[in-house]
């Protein structure tokens, strides 16, 4: 009976798959704050099941294939997201750490969403970015005519492996960095990509990532803390929120702990959402300081919020009807969330 030479690859292929996503399920366990759910596998998106089976089909790929059905978070970071597939031959032998092998992956995910077509139209030079530690990476080579893309040097070898709703998969011939580079927990640090000629463009990409990275992270924490069905209706329009572009630095949101809104039309629902959000970060202190009658800018031009009750901390403060009955439950730099006793009101939302 005739072996195949290659017999050996299988036995090391399931061995490295396994405890890479070990370590990637581990990590994750240990990020994740000690409230919050962890993932299970009845949470896995049917879409990264067929992504795995896209990459598996192409016989190159069934490490990073194995990682996506079992630990998918591993390589998303936002609603969109291109992935990059190392090969089998590149990381079978590897003598990396498993961390350091996690980082390799996340550095060749991006949160941006990007097909061959849209590879193709960028000029050489121009960057994008990684999920690894705001890394970048470069587009060295394009030719339009020939289909070929080079990345970090490395050529797109399988383009739209899997290209469906936000996830879209590429095949490359090998890393994007020199898998020699790679040692010392802070080897990432040193990690640079081909100089990149597209700055301005550049900056705009990753601050567009960051904001995006923000708001789900807002929407993933609403979630976790009851507000599941305004998380619901906030996901449903970010994209819109995002898209239009507001000069605004900081938010100030207000989560009811029931939204029956996310059923109705999309135009409808977005307007609803807006209201309950202002492009400024107030804290309950900011807004208890101002006067009875005060007004607020929300994200809906022209359809302010009215303050009305409540002039100092120690009384209550009321808000188009409804009472801040949660001050300050999360706060960053540029976010603030205030959980409030109800919706606002629908009647109080213009046609």
């Given at each position: 009976?005739?072996?195949?030479?290659?017999?050996?690859?299988?036995?090391?292929?399931?061995?490295?798959?396994?405890?890479?996503?070990?370590?990637?399920?581990?990590?994750?366990?240990?990020?994740?704050p000690?409230?919050?759910?962890l993932?299970?596998?009845?949470?896995?998106?049917?879409?990264?099941l067929?992504?795995?089976?896209?990459?598996?089909?192409?016989?190159?790929?069934?490490?990073?294939?194995?990682?996506?059905?079992?630990?998918?978070?591993?390589?998303?970071?936002?609603?969109?997201?291109?992935?990059?597939?190392?090969?089998?031959?590149?990381?079978?032998?590897?003598?990396?750490?498993f961390?350091?092998?996690?980082?390799?992956?996340?550095?060749?995910?991006?949160p941006?969403?990007?097909?061959?077509?849209?590879?193709?139209?960028?000029?050489?030079?121009?960057?994008?970015?990684?999920?690894?530690?705001?890394?970048?990476?470069?587009?060295?080579?394009?030719?339009?005519r020939?289909?070929?893309?080079?990345?970090?040097?490395?050529?797109?070898?399988?383009?739209?492996?899997?290209?469906e709703?936000?996830?879209?998969?590429?095949?490359?011939?090998?890393?994007?960095?020199?898998?020699?580079?790679?040692y010392?927990?802070?080897?990432?640090d040193?990690?640079?990509?081909?100089?990149?000629?597209?700055?301005?463009?550049?900056?705009?990409?990753?601050?567009?990532?960051?904001?995006?990275?923000?708001?789900?992270?807002?929407?993933?924490?609403?979630?976790?803390?009851g507000?599941?069905?305004?998380?619901?209706?906030?996901?449903?329009?970010?994209?819109g929120?995002?898209?239009?572009?507001?000069?605004?630095?900081?938010?100030?949101?207000?989560?009811?702990?029931e939204?029956?809104?996310?059923?109705?039309?999309?135009?409808?629902?977005?307007?609803?959402?807006?209201?309950h959000?202002?492009?400024?970060?107030?804290?309950?202190?900011?807004?208890?300081?101002?006067?009875?009658?005060?007004?607020?800018?929300?994200l809906?031009?022209?359809?302010?919020?009215?303050?009305?009750?409540?002039?100092?901390?120690?009384?209550?403060?009321?808000?188009?009807?409804?009472?801040?009955?949660?001050?300050?439950?999360?706060?960053?730099?540029?976010?603030?969330?205030?959980?409030?006793?109800?919706?606002?009101?629908?009647?109080?939302?213009?046609?």
């Amino acid at each position: 009976m005739a072996f195949s030479s290659n017999w050996w690859r299988a036995p090391v292929y399931f061995t490295v798959s396994v405890l890479l996503a070990f370590l990637a399920i581990s990590t994750a366990i240990h990020l994740l704050p000690k409230d919050e759910p962890l993932p299970t596998k009845s949470t896995t998106a049917p879409l990264f099941l067929e992504a795995s089976a896209a990459l598996r089909r192409t016989g190159n790929f069934n490490i990073i294939a194995a990682l996506l059905q079992i630990t998918p978070e591993m390589f998303i970071s936002s609603p969109h997201s291109t992935i990059f597939a190392i090969p089998d031959s590149s990381i079978a032998k590897s003598s990396h750490t498993f961390w350091l092998l996690k980082h390799l992956f996340q550095y060749h995910a991006s949160p941006l969403q990007l097909s061959m077509n849209d590879l193709l139209k960028k000029h050489q030079g121009s960057c994008f970015p990684t999920i690894l530690h705001g890394k970048n990476v470069a587009i060295t080579k394009v030719d339009a005519r020939e289909r070929v893309v080079e990345i970090n040097h490395v050529l797109v070898s399988h383009p739209d492996i899997f290209l469906e709703g936000p996830l879209t998969i590429h095949g490359v011939l090998g890393p994007f960095t020199s898998m020699d580079s790679l040692y010392g927990d802070r080897s990432w640090d040193h990690i640079q990509a081909p100089i990149c000629d597209s700055n301005l463009s550049l900056v705009s990409e990753v601050t567009d990532t960051k904001k995006m990275v923000e708001w789900m992270h807002i929407i993933h924490w609403l979630s976790s803390k009851g507000f599941v069905s305004f998380a619901i209706g906030l996901n449903s329009v970010l994209d819109g929120i995002l898209d239009d572009q507001m000069n605004f630095n900081s938010v100030t949101v207000f989560a009811p702990p029931e939204f029956s809104f996310v059923a109705s039309p999309s135009a409808l629902l977005e307007k609803i959402v807006r209201i309950h959000i202002l492009p400024r970060k107030f804290t309950f202190m900011e807004l208890a300081s101002l006067p009875v009658n005060a007004s607020l800018s929300t994200l809906v031009p022209d359809h302010d919020l009215v303050i009305l009750g409540g002039v100092n901390i120690t009384q209550e403060l009321i808000i188009n009807g409804a009472k801040i009955v949660a001050p300050n439950i999360f706060q960053s730099k540029k976010f603030v969330v205030h959980g409030i006793s109800q919706a606002f009101e629908l009647d109080e939302i213009p046609n």
